[in-house]
Structures are given as C-alpha cells and as structure tokens.
C-alpha cells in the first residue's frame, strides 16, 4: 500500500496593494529619485481646478425628495447665486492653469511667482464660493435631520401669511418667489434675512429669498411661534413695497398728533418692529400677544431700560401697542386682561430708563401708530388696510378655538389656515386641553401631511 500524497500548497495571489519585483531583476540599492518641481507645477493648477469643481451647484435630491427638501425654487435661486461667483473661480482656475504650464516651460523666477500670486487670488475666491456654498449646504442639509418635519411646519406657516396677505390686497401684485425658507440655530432670538438685502454671510452678497432663523426651543414649544408669524412680517413689508410707506405713515401721523420731533424720530426708528408685532397680530389672532409677552417678559431691569439705538419699542411700551391693537380687533376681555397682567408685572414705567417725553407721550403716540399702521388705506395694498387685508375676528377666532380641540383630540383640524394653527396650539394649551408633548406632536404631524 502505497504513503498518501500530501496535499499540493495552494497558489499564492500577489498583494494587489504589493508592489513585487519582476523575476531576474535586481532590487535597487538605494530609492530612484523623485522629481520636485514639474509635479508641483502641475499640482497647483489641478489643486484649483478640482476645488472649484467641488464648489458644484446643489442637485435636484440630494437633501431628499420629501416634502420638506428645498423646493426646486430654492435651489435654483442658490444656484444662480452660486453660478455668478463660480464665473469668476473658473477664469481664475484656467489663468493658474496656464501660467503653471508657462511656469513648468520655463521655470524662472517671474513665471513661479506670476503663478503663485494668481493661485492666491484663486484661492480667495475659492474661500468666497465656499464660505456661500457651506451656508447653504448647512441650511439645506438640516432637512434630512430629525428636525425635517419641524422646520416644513414653519415654512407652510410663513407661505400661508404670504398667501393671505397676496389675496387680501386690492388689486394684483407681482408674485415673490421663493417663498420663505426656516432653518434652525440655537439661541434665544429668532430672526429674518430679508430677500434682495446684502448679507454678510454672504459677502455682503443679496440674499435670494427669505430666511426665517428659529431657536430650538421654539420648535420644541410650537405654541411661542408666533416668531414665525413676526419674522414673516418683516418680509412682507418689504415685498409689499412698504418700506418707505410704514415709516412715513408713523411720522405723518405723530407730526399731526403734535408730538415733540424727538419723540417722533423715536417712534419712526421703531417702525419695523412696530409693524411687524402688529402684522403678527392680525396673522395669528390673541395668542401672538402671549407668545410676545414670552419673549419680552424678563426683568424689570431688561423691560425698563431704553436703548436710545434699538430697532425695537423698549419692551415695556412694546406689549401696550399690541393690547391696544387687541382691543381694536374686537377683543376688548383679552386685552384688558393682557393689560392687567403686565401692569401687575411692572407697575412704574419710572422706575427704569425710559425718557420722561416718551412715557408722557405714550398714552396719545401708540393708538394714533396703531391707527395709522392697521386701519389707514396704503395705496401700496391697492388703497385698503393692513386690518383689511388680513382680518382677523371673532369668527377666525372661533375657527382657531375649533382647531385647538382637534389638534388636542389628535383630529383632523380641517381646512384651517396653517398660520391659524400657532394660535391653535397656544389655545390648547392655555385650556388644558392635552398634555404639551401631544399637541407639539399633533401640531407637527398635520402641518407636516399637508
């Protein structure tokens, strides 16, 4: 009987990531020397070339294709932004490709510095392009976060005030486009980048459409959104062509009250955030006065103190514009009892900074700004007001109410304004009509549906 055959070794595959010496030929004793200069001449063009192709315009699907992905409009009108500055990085990326060409023929002093001051220039444009590029690519990206639903809620919010204001008009309006856009930044205050203004995160560059920024811990507490209905403001009077006429209005209307100059000058430096609380009011009904009295209900000394350079009414005059115009809607109870909580809260206006001629004044200057501002005719709204072309009162109130215990019953609210539903969730809360955790989900989940 013959010995088993042991079995053959099996064939080695070389490492593909190995480099291996041809059979029959030496390994060399020392490292081939490695060219400097021509590869680093022909990587200072490449270097360009690539960064600029990487600074690309933003795809169709590539922060999702839900509903709460940037629309079509949104990315197009970034861009075209983008596309103006990449004009420039291109022409700039093809020069340095040139010139690292002549400086690899002819690799003298003045060729090597031409190419390296060009690719400086380059690459302050490439920082530019890019600086734009992350701003939006971070905004953009938030909708494929977990806050996705949160942030399409606010911006079916805002285009609902759009839409209320556009049909309210008296007579037809180029249509803005796009519409509002929310994204999300820690913080206290929310804030708004209005359209066609420079900003500077963008290099002082105009900004393309609304921006409306929120605090995470708004969107936790849908029922303080009323931010929302307040920073659309300042973009509607912007796109409405009231920029000149609200400040104006204010003026004209104080000069006729007799007021002091410095006290109207006071009164038309306010006159943005003045127009903005009161257009927040009318959006979304008498809970906005709770969701402002959120915001500005802090210390005395924060309410009391004057900023003699500050866009907004010092706080303590702030809440009283807005009661007054409370009182004006129809909803006599509710301002008062607004009224009697903040007197209560801050009794002396005296015991802060507030100027003497401001306080004086107050009792004639905010229900003649109010007049002025909400029940006087614009030619700017086809000669109707602001109180008529977006109304809001007892029956838009009712309407809110009925919301309220749907979204609280985790029903269907209906075909009610999504504007509507701020106030509809500050209704359920201030009822009890469920716990917060299952409005804030309900609130969401309809708006997000839509």
């Given at each position: 009987m013959s010995a088993p055959t042991a079995p053959a070794a099996p064939a080695r595959t070389p490492d593909p990531g190995t480099a291996t010496a041809r059979a029959g030929r030496?390994?060399?004793?020392?490292?081939?020397?490695?060219?400097?200069?021509?590869?680093?001449?022909?990587?200072?063009?490449?270097?360009?070339?690539?960064?600029?192709?990487?600074?690309?315009?933003?795809?169709?699907?590539?922060?999702?294709t839900g509903a709460a992905a940037p629309t079509a409009g949104h990315l197009q009108?970034?861009?075209?932004?983008?596309?103006?500055?990449?004009?420039?990085?291109?022409?700039?990326?093809?020069?340095?490709?040139?010139?690292?060409?002549?400086?690899?023929?002819?690799?003298d002093t003045r060729h090597l510095q031409e190419l390296l001051t060009t690719k400086e220039r380059a690459h302050t444009w490439v920082r530019e392009v890019e600086r734009i590029w992350d701003f939006y690519f971070e905004l953009f990206g938030q909708r494929q976060s977990v806050f996705a639903d949160a942030l399409l809620s606010c911006d079916r919010i805002a285009l609902s005030c759009y839409q209320a204001a556009y049909l309210g008009v008296g007579e037809a309006?180029?249509?803005?486009?796009?519409?509002?856009?929310?994204?999300?930044?820690?913080?206290?205050?929310?804030?708004?980048?209005?359209?066609?203004?420079?900003?500077?995160?963008?290099?002082?560059?105009?900004?393309?459409?609304?921006?409306?920024?929120?605090?995470?811990?708004?969107?936790?507490?849908?029922?303080?959104?009323?931010?929302?209905?307040?920073?659309?403001?300042?973009?509607?009077?912007?796109?409405?062509?009231l920029n000149q006429a609200v400040p104006r209005a204010v003026?004209?209307?104080?000069?006729?009250?007799?007021?002091?100059?410095?006290?109207?000058?006071?009164?038309?430096?306010?006159?943005?955030?003045?127009?903005?609380?009161?257009?927040?009011?009318?959006?979304?009904?008498?809970?906005?006065?709770?969701?402002?009295?959120?915001?500005?209900?802090?210390s005395p000394a924060s309410v009391l103190t004057y900023n003699p350079r500050g866009p907004h009414p010092t706080p303590w005059f702030r809440v009283w514009i807005s009661v007054e115009l409370l009182r004006r809607m129809g909803f006599a109870e509710q301002a008062d009892r607004y009224g009697r909580l903040w007197s209560a809260i801050y009794p002396d206006p005296r015991a802060g900074t507030l100027p003497r001629e401001l306080v004086a004044t107050f009792a004639t200057a905010h229900p003649a700004v109010v007049d002025a501002l909400c029940y006087r005719p614009f030619p700017e709204l086809g000669r109707r007001s602001l109180a008529q072309v977006i109304p809001f009162g007892a029956k838009e109130d009712a309407m809110q109410r009925e919301a309220?215990?749907?979204?609280?019953?985790?029903?269907?609210?209906?075909?009610?304004?999504a504007r509507f539903l701020v106030g509809a969730t500050r209704s359920a809360l201030d009822r009890r009509l469920a716990?917060?955790?299952?409005?804030s989900r309900n609130f969401y989940t309809e708006l997000a549906r839509r």
């Open positions: 030496p390994l060399p004793r020392r490292p081939a020397t490695t060219p400097v200069r021509q590869p680093w001449l022909r990587a200072q063009g490449l270097n360009v070339t690539r960064h600029a192709a990487a600074l690309r315009p933003f795809r169709p699907g590539e922060f999702g009108a970034v861009n075209a932004l983008l596309g103006r500055l990449r004009v420039e990085l291109l022409r700039y990326s093809d020069r340095v490709g040139r010139q690292a060409r002549q400086a690899a023929a002819r690799p309006k180029p249509l803005p486009a796009p519409p509002p856009f929310s994204f999300m930044r820690t913080g206290f205050s929310p804030a708004t980048f209005r359209r066609g203004i420079p900003l500077r995160r963008l290099g002082r560059r105009l900004n393309p459409f609304p921006l409306v920024q929120l605090p995470y811990h708004r969107l936790v507490n849908p029922w303080t959104l009323g931010a929302v209905l307040h920073e659309v403001s300042h973009n509607l009077q912007s796109d409405l062509g003026a004209a209307r104080l000069r006729a009250e007799g007021l002091p100059p410095s006290v109207v000058r006071t009164w038309v430096r306010w006159n943005r955030e003045i127009y903005a609380d009161l257009s927040a009011l009318l959006l979304g009904g008498p809970a906005v006065v709770g969701s402002l009295l959120d915001v500005v209900g802090r309220a215990e749907r979204l609280a019953a985790g029903t269907d609210p209906g075909i009610i304004p716990r917060p955790g299952v409005i």
